[in-house]
């Protein structure tokens, strides 16, 4: 879980009035990485906030790629997959069981 804004900014404040880092470090009980990082931040930028989320994009296989092709293509074998979207069929096996696509063929 992060730190508050609020306090990143009162660690800051605290190194403003000439306190050290060892003192700002026993004082709000944080280690000396996450007051390296705010400070940096802090007169690089002015703002002690938090960056945005990153998106985690995808590596191989677009999900909705991958789901399209499987409704055109229902009969098609991991190989093919594979081959149509450039990968080995294990990195499409892997996508299916993430996506939670089975290939079992029901009457």
Request: charged share 40%.
């Amino acid at each position: 879980m992060a730190y508050s804004e609020d306090f990143r900014r009162r660690v800051n404040e605290y190194l403003d009035e000439v306190h050290t880092w060892a003192e700002a470090r026993e004082t709000f009980r944080i280690s000396m990485t996450a007051i390296s990082s705010w400070r940096q931040k802090y007169i690089k930028t002015g703002e002690v906030k938090d960056d945005p989320p990153r998106r985690k994009a995808f590596k191989k296989l677009d999900p909705e790629k991958l789901r399209a092709y499987v409704q055109e293509h229902p009969d098609a074998y991991l190989k093919e997959i594979g081959e149509a979207f450039e990968c080995t069929d294990m990195a499409v096996h892997k996508a299916f069981k993430r996506l939670g696509i089975t290939r079992k063929k029901r009457r």
